[in-house]
């Protein structure tokens, strides 16, 4: 890996991490409604689907979104997933009955499309692209003129304790795990720097919600293991180079981090989303 931030390199490692994790995301995580994933109800009532809507789901993942999306829609409906990983989207494929769906192999940032959406979704997507920028400017130009974006996005640092209870402890004694301007999970979790990137793209009338679901993890045990499988996985080998000792350090650290979650010897995660709207 080299020390300065390489988005091709990036996307790679991306696609290779999502592919590897693909099914335990979605069993564990975005098909089991927990904490975070409450939001996907939310984010498609925001969108405001009508059964002749041509729908996007950029970073579709493994079909949640598209999914509901996919019970609103009518016979004259359609509705496209795109994703990086051919591992989550075979997931959706599988997973959706509707007849006008299709699920692409593609990256975000170069969008191949010449169609005319009336809605774009994305649910926690938006972070993983080097240019979110870029994204959202071609997702515009490919809207319809009273086209309807609906994006949802993790919360800041402190709003989401189960990534920062751990990787802060990590960055504390690794802190060059990830190379310096590698996107963060955070990146767009306070509202001035969501609308920001959403307005600079072109789109009016942006409209902010905050929401804050609960993260039940079990005990520390549970958490780090769950951890480490799925957020750190595509890390976790590097931290192992490092030793036991400092992989118990770390694990130590980030269980003193946990403390004021903890409620009859289990963590519960307060969980900051953002769901932002915009018109084109
Ligand atoms: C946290 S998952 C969200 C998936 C889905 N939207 C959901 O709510 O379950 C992030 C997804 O972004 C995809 N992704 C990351 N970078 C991408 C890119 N450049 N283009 C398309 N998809 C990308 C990953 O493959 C992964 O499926």
Redesign the pocket.
């Known amino acids: 890996m080299s020390s300065i931030f390489n988005p091709i390199e990036y996307?790679i490692n991306?696609?290779t991490n999502?592919n590897t994790v693909?099914s335990q995301?979605?069993n564990n995580?975005?098909n089991s409604d927990v904490g975070p994933?409450k939001s996907?109800n939310e984010l498609v009532k925001a969108a405001e689907i009508k059964p002749d809507d041509s729908v996007l789901?950029?970073?579709?993942?493994?079909?949640?979104?598209s999914k509901e999306i996919s019970h609103l829609l009518g016979n004259s409906g359609t509705l496209v997933g795109?994703?990086?990983?051919r591992a989550?989207l075979d997931i959706a494929k599988k997973s959706i009955q509707f007849k006008n769906v299709d699920f692409i192999e593609?990256?975000?940032?170069s969008l191949g499309f010449h169609a005319n959406f009336d809605k774009m979704v994305?649910?926690?997507?938006l972070m993983?692209?080097?240019d979110a920028y870029k994204?959202l400017k071609s997702i515009r130009d490919i809207m319809k003129n009273d086209g309807k974006i609906a994006i949802?996005v993790h919360g800041t640092q402190a709003g989401v304790p189960y990534f920062s209870c751990i990787m802060n402890s990590i960055l504390h004694y690794i802190p060059d795990i990830r190379v310096k301007g590698t996107p963060t999970v955070h990146r767009f979790g306070s509202p001035d720097d969501l609308i920001k990137e959403i307005s600079t793209s072109g789109f009016l009338d942006i409209k902010i919600k905050k929401f804050t679901f609960t993260y039940h993890t079990g005990n520390f045990e549970e958490y780090w293991v769950d951890y480490m499988n799925s957020t750190a996985n595509s890390i976790w080998p590097k931290i192992k180079t490092k030793g036991t000792e400092i992989v118990n350090i770390i694990k130590k650290e980030a269980e003193k981090n946990t403390s004021p979650f903890i409620k009859n010897d289990k963590i519960e995660f307060p969980w900051d989303v953002l769901i932002a709207t915009a018109y084109k």
């Open positions: 996307k991306t696609r999502w693909a995301y979605h995580w975005a994933f996907t789901d950029v970073a579709c993942g493994t079909g949640v979104v795109i994703d990086i990983s989550a593609m990256d975000a940032e994305c649910q926690y997507g993983f692209f080097p994204v949802a």
